[in-house]
């Protein structure tokens, strides 16, 4: 059911007295449109879905009517909460809590805060007496259910209404199966149907979303869908950037600032500085890093102009009394105040009016960046929208990828989809969310003290919100959950918790259906900043940026979690996890005519146009225009010009049919693969029949993904894997697409003046020059969080013969692990550079070179992950393994090191350092390469040593980074 007609009139005639003189109090002369067309549906009890631009009053929509309903005598009789309603922020729900509270007194119905900062004694209170409008988290409801399970229908008997705002966050979410549980558990637990009510700024598809309101009765809800229209007038600008290469050290001596920031960031910041100043605006940065980075850019320019600061940051590290003072001067009037923010700014907190909204870096999506607009152009005045772009520096070794400007072309295309076809993301609503499943069951079980298995699926999956789980699925996810002690079963067949169970059930985590990572607590003086994740290192002495100031550590207790901070001249941003969102096909469509168009934008400024320029004629070059097919040196790159989810789906067909892929933004890249190879494949993949999703699903490796997946089996992680992330139907259309194109050799190379890579050199025995190399590390976890803290090069000659040495000590920022094993302390390495201060350099010395180690799998894939830790990309270095070289040639019973050596009669120095490590296995190559010349080895590929040599850099050589080899602080050259 669809918006009619409304008169505003007739509308406000219907509401209670006491809302009418709140409506008059506040100097309204009538109605909004939306408010009208809700009163008529929400008093009449139906499910509403109201989907109004921000500040268009779609709140007041939905509580106008409500409040009046609760003020009807009969309501007023009956015990328990009166209306629900479910923010995705506490802060949203501080807002609301102050917007309701004087509505709710002007028909006397008390309003109540919930959340993990209201105090327990508040929350003991209600319990006793509950009444009047609650407000909560899906994760305080859900500790509701497991805490008061036997109460709840009493505290909820009087229930008329449930609210839910900012539907749009929820849909196709394990947070929005969680709450479509939540909704269902309590309709059962007071035995009747609640009229369900949604809020949303940014809904692609209503019918979807009316359906995830009420799964199942989706189309009988009445659906209003922004009457009046949004004829809001935007001002739109977008700027672009170029970011140069990294500053040399002499260079960043001499600018403190660019040591911690890159030349884009600090133009970008000079731009806001300059435009923002004096006024209210929001900066939506991409991640909470880069939030810190330019507030303390900002800052910093105000401090030297001697002028107060204006520029605050707003994300969900910092603390709630943080982020509550940035809000209210941002609703203060006379206090100007520009918030560098995250999403914690997008939803429909009040703030007040803001005068621009600016946005740094391509925008995760349309949706998102819609939701921002919002957040301008009140108090009738136009929306102000600039949006900032910067692309990396174009030389000779620039990928293909990067030279067509995707971040830029995708932000246009999401900006012509946002304003011209008014479209956003369509929700992924086929998932099956076994895990949020797996913490219901766990959930009711602890509500009810029990349950049958056949209760638990008529609840949740037969006549609940899983109802996409079958009844053989659901047994499977009870037998896993079985195996690995979440659940068991006593005699009277009745599923209880299993040891592991009743401990997930009892921690504080438990409630978020999501991941949430542990955390130091940020404090200084007594006061509380915020958190950062355990797993960035810090160090006592170490600097960050934090808050919007910088910072050094003068404290760290582990046991607390707690680091103590004080004020300091230096810093870098702590890193956060998260990343972006799933780019959709219509965005990539859209930006694939935005290459092949000539029309240029009126909102590009001059650098910006000349980015697309670039876009352009890279796109021609490479003529995607004509073949979506591109070599690059031994690679092959796929353009095809479809979602992620797409891009996933052929990555996964590709690996399974042999190829080795990898998805590199808007491209695949299948490595050493020639164009001609990668069509016969693809061609081969059309000709066959759609693969079973699940089949296809079973192939990857980590399909791991939510919070409780590391329970489920293989089989039931492939099917969660392919009803989330695959798209077989759409995948192999591409592939039908992609095998129409002719081959020939001609077709795949790049044109004109485009600059090829040179032809890859592979290693010759006898021919190619070494690097030995050794590490010690913190442990053996380098893909989570442990680190290197020794480092040794050796170069050697093409026959093992040691030429030159390097050692260096590391700075793992974090503590130093297994003394022991090392011999090393945390005191030992607090001086010694990091890793990321020693990337160039490495690079420098590994380049042309066989990287050789002592099983070299372990050692590079640590370089690899503290490389990607540095935000560097590892050169794709040949190696030759020793271990595997004696394996070949059979020179000794054990393959450790030592047993190695031993073999060939050498001596491995006593103590266990990278230096002598290194040495050692310098000199086992040297003997392994004379047994090999004897054996008839003629080449390096008969060994593993497959891939080409990386190669030497044209840039300037690095400059040698500040060494610090073991037990030699004044150590400053190549020891020979």
């Not at 947070?175 to 009229?195: K, V």
């Not at 069509?679 to 999703?693: C, F, H, K, Y």
């Not at 392919?722 to 992609?738: I, K």
């Not at 030592?898 to 490590?917: F, K, M, Q, R, V």
Request: proline share 6%.
């Amino acid at each position: 059911m669809t918006t009619a007609a409304a008169d505003p009139a007739d509308a406000y005639d219907r509401l209670h007295p006491g809302i009418q003189r709140w409506i008059y109090g506040q100097h309204w002369d009538r109605l909004r449109s939306v408010q009208a067309h809700a009163v008529a549906p929400v008093l009449e009890g139906q499910d509403v879905v109201i989907a109004a631009a921000t500040a268009s009053g779609k709140t007041e929509a939905a509580w106008f009517p409500i409040c009046s309903r609760l003020a009807d005598q009969e309501v007023r009789a009956q015990s328990g909460i009166k209306a629900l309603y479910i923010g995705p922020l506490k802060a949203l729900i501080n807002d609301q809590h102050l917007r309701l509270e004087s509505l709710g007194d002007s028909v006397d119905v008390p309003v109540h805060p919930w959340h993990g900062d209201v105090a327990a004694s508040r929350k003991r209170n209600l319990m006793k007496n509950p009444d009047g409008i609650l407000l909560i988290t899906p994760e305080s409801l859900e500790a509701m259910f497991v805490r008061e399970g036997h109460r709840l229908s009493a505290v909820f008997a009087g229930l008329q209404y449930l609210v839910v705002d900012e539907l749009h966050d929820f849909i196709g979410t394990e947070r929005g199966a969680q709450l479509q549980s939540l909704m269902h558990r309590l309709e059962l637990a007071i035995r009747r149907r609640i009229p369900r009510i949604g809020l949303s700024a940014t809904l692609s598809d209503l019918a979807i979303a009316a359906d995830f309101l009420r799964p199942g009765r989706g189309h009988l809800a009445h659906i209003i869908d922004n009457p009046g229209g949004d004829t809001a007038e935007i001002q739109l600008q977008m700027r672009g950037y170029v970011k140069s290469d990294p500053k040399t050290a002499a260079e960043i001596s001499a600018d403190d600032d660019a040591a911690v920031h890159a030349n884009d960031a600090r133009s970008i910041a000079e731009h806001l500085y300059a435009t923002l100043r004096g006024k209210d605006n929001l900066v939506f940065a991409n991640s909470r890093s880069a939030v810190e980075a330019y507030v303390d850019l900002l800052h910093g320019m105000s401090e030297r102009r001697s002028v107060p600061n204006e520029f605050l940051p707003h994300h969900g590290n910092l603390s709630k009394e943080y982020r509550e003072d940035v809000e209210r001067r941002l609703r203060a009037i006379d206090t100007p105040t520009t918030a560098v923010c995250t999403s914690t700014l997008e939803m429909g907190i009040d703030i007040g009016s803001t005068d621009a909204v600016a946005q740094v870096g391509a925008p995760h999506s349309v949706a998102a960046l819609r939701q921002r607009l919002g957040r301008s152009g009140r108090r009738d005045q136009p929306a102000v929208l600039r949006v900032y772009v910067s692309e990396g520096e174009l030389t000779e070794r620039t990928p293909p990828a990067d030279q067509l400007r995707a971040q830029l072309i995708q932000t246009i295309a999401m900006v012509e989809l946002m304003l011209k076809d008014r479209w956003f993301e369509p929700p992924n609503t086929g998932a099956l969310h076994l895990s949020t499943l797996t913490q219901q069951i766990l959930s009711i079980i602890a509500q009810h003290g029990g349950a049958t298995a056949q209760q638990l699926y008529t609840t949740l999956c037969g006549n609940g919100p899983f109802s996409r789980v079958d009844q053989s699925t659901f047994v499977n996810l009870l037998s896993d959950l079985g195996a690995t002690e979440l659940l068991t079963q006593s005699s009277d067949g009745l599923l209880l918790h299993g040891e592991r169970g009743d401990q997930l059930v009892n921690h504080y985590t438990f409630y978020a259906a999501f991941q949430t990572a542990d955390e130091y607590r940020l404090v200084t003086r007594g006061r509380t900043l915020g958190s950062i994740p355990v797993d960035y290192p810090v160090l006592v002495g170490s600097l960050l940026i934090f808050a919007g100031r910088r910072w050094q550590v003068v404290d760290v207790d582990s046991r607390s979690r707690i680091i103590e901070l004080s004020r300091s001249s230096g810093g870098r941003p702590p890193m956060f996890s998260g990343g972006g969102g799933e780019v959709a096909d219509l965005v990539r469509q859209r930006m694939r005519s935005i290459y092949e168009s000539t029309d240029v934008p009126v909102y590009l400024n001059r650098e910006a146009q000349e980015l697309l320029d670039q876009a352009r004629e890279s796109y021609r070059r490479l003529r995607l225009d004509q073949h979506p097919i591109v070599a690059w040196g031994n690679d092959t790159l796929i353009f095809c010009w479809r979602g992620d989810r797409i891009l996933n789906t052929l990555a996964v067909a590709l690996a399974d049919a042999g190829l080795r892929v990898s998805l590199d933004g808007v491209a695949l890249q299948v490595n050493d693969n020639t164009a001609e190879g990668v069509l016969t494949v693809l061609r081969n993949l059309a000709s066959q029949p759609e693969p079973d999703p699940e089949v296809l699903a079973a192939t990857v490796g980590n399909k791991h993904r939510d919070k409780y997946d590391e329970y489920l089996s293989d089989e039931l992680l492939a099917k969660a894997y392919a009803a989330h992330s695959l798209d077989v139907p759409g995948s192999w259309s591409t592939l039908r697409d992609l095998s129409t194109y002719e081959s020939g050799i001609d077709s795949f190379l790049p044109l004109g003046d485009h600059p090829k890579p040179a032809a890859p050199v592979y290693p010759r025995l006898g021919e190619t020059p070494f690097a030995v190399i050794d590490l010690e590390t913190t442990g053996f976890a380098g893909h989570l969080d442990d680190r290197v803290v020794e480092l040794a090069v050796i170069h050697t000659d093409p026959h093992g013969r040691i030429t030159n040495r390097w050692s260096t000590l590391v700075n793992p920022g974090r503590a130093a692990g297994p003394t022991e094993i090392h011999g090393l302390r945390s005191d030992d390495l607090s001086n010694a550079p990091h890793f990321a201060e020693l990337t160039d350099w490495l690079t420098d010395l590994l380049a042309e070179r066989v990287i050789v180690a002592h099983n070299a799998p372990y050692d590079l894939a640590f370089l690899t992950t503290e490389y990607e830790r540095s935000d560097v990309d590892p050169p794709d270095w040949a190696t030759l393994c020793t271990l595997e070289l004696n394996r070949h040639l059979g020179t000794a019973d054990s393959l450790t090191l030592e047993s190695c050596c031993a073999a060939y009669g050498i001596t491995l120095n006593a103590g266990h350092t990278a230096l002598g490590d290194a040495t050692a296995t310098a000199h086992l190559l040297e003997a392994c390469l004379s047994r090999a010349t004897i054996a008839g080895l003629a080449d390096l590929q008969a060994v593993g040593c497959e891939k080409p040599l990386p190669p030497a850099g044209n840039l300037p050589a690095p400059a040698i980074p500040r060494l610090l080899p073991r037990r030699s602080p004044d150590w400053r050259s190549p020891c020979k």
